[in-house]
């Protein structure tokens, strides 16, 4: 049915003067107008054009180091997560280090998120709250994780369990 709309659409923007082609082209083509789904946050200019940009002060805990800690940490979750169904075990304390490293990777990741897409000096009580929710939802699951491996089966029991079923 689209096909059909189309082609006397186009039949219609043939048979029209040069001038209001576009014009039709356009209308044909496009089923709303253009409209911004968010309005722009307040802007503010700081200095004038000649002041440098601001070099941040170099810290540890964030680029090199951070990028390496979130390599590592992505990386052992290889083994951790093979590791009990190669070996044909199921220890309590590799499913408690499982659990940890998921947690850990988990919340790192979605830090990066509200680092990299929610700026401080746009949005800061916006990042603030991001980042005081993504640590109440990471010492919530974290608890429930370990409610779940004390008083459960645990995390790589279930996932043997899903696997059979």
């Keep these: ?3 059909i709309a189309r082609s006397s659409l186009l039949r219609q923007v043939a048979t029209k003067p040069a001038i209001q082609n576009s014009v039709i082209a356009r209308a044909a083509f496009h089923t709303t107008a253009k409209r911004d789904i968010l309005p722009p946050l307040p802007q503010r200019v700081v200095g004038t054009v000649n002041d ?9 805990s964030h680029g090199s180091y951070h990028w390496t800690f979130d390599r590592l940490v992505a990386a052992s979750l290889i083994p951790l997560t093979v590791a009990p169904f190669a070996a044909g075990s ?3 304390t590799m499913d408690a280090v499982l659990c940890a490293t998921l947690l850990i990777h988990s919340h790192t990741g979605f830090q990066n998120i509200i680092v990299d897409y929610v700026p401080q000096y746009r949005t800061p009580r916006a990042r ?3 980042i005081w929710g993504l640590n109440a939802a990471t010492v919530v ?3 429930a994780l370990y409610e779940y491996e004390t008083s ?3 995390i790589t029991e279930t996932i043997k369990r899903l696997w059979k079923a």
């Excluded at 440098?52 to 540890?60: G, H, I, N, R, T």
């Design 141 to 143: 699951v974290g608890l």
């Design 152 to 154: 459960d089966v645990g």
């Design 52 to 60: 440098a940009a601001p070099v941040p002060l170099p810290s540890p």
């Design 128 to 130: 603030k709250a991001a």
């Design 1 to 3: 049915m689209a096909s």
């Design 90 to 92: 199921l220890n309590p």
